[in-house]
């Protein structure tokens, strides 16, 4: 299975612009799945609300979303990407799953990043696995990756490959991302994207340095801190299936959740 990542730096607000500028990169891309980061055509750091609701757009009615599944069609790939979603009246972190007859799987950001609070709703829809032929994958985005419960999950639900679309200003995710990926012994592709948004509330940077991580929790590859990148290379998803640790253990099999009943009780907020 060919995956890989686009790393880029989006012009706030510029949605058309940022969506040509994907379409020309990965028109000629050979490959089954491409992870874009996150909030890929509109920017990331938003002023205000109304910005946001300027910008989003309701996938069903997307100009953005018939441009990228004709471009699936195109090229017969998978693409995961972040992107700015509205839904009646809520608004929305999501990464949609795009193939060549459009959306698969819309995924909403669980757990929002400082100010993102101010801006989004938080994600309603249950943690999911999807299919790519024999291929499970499962989605979160940035900032979830701080709640090892989401990797987790997904792994439970049988992701080979996390697709993991990111806007990254923290530095220390993608060395955590190893652990998750020795831990639940998955693939994870953590795309993202670097520059600045510059606004006028003030400057946020971002971290590039996306990854693709083998389940041993072995980095394969990853890209530099500000320099556009489209990496694509072959991958064995069958290895994720594999959840030994040692001839006697297993990651998954091993765990005692009787034991974990505090996972799954809300902390008051
Ligand atoms: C993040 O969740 N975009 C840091």
Redesign the pocket.
Known sequence: MRVGYYQYRPQFGKVSHNLNKVVKKLGSAAADLIVLP?LAFTG?YFRNKAEVKALAEDPGRSVTVDTLTALCKKQNFRIVTGFTEKARDKYFNSALLIGPRGVEHVYRKLHL?NE?KKWFDEGNIPLQVNRIGPVRIGIMV??DWVFPEVTRTLALQGADIICHP?????GYCQQTMLTRCLENKVYAITTNRFGYDNRPQGNLRFTGRSQIVAPGGTLIHRAASQREELFIMDIDPRLARDKSITPHNEVLRDRRPEYYKALTQKKGK
């Not at 990111?166 to 923290?170: A, F, G, Q």
């Open positions: 996150e990331y990043f993102e940035c900032f990111s806007n990254l200003v923290l």
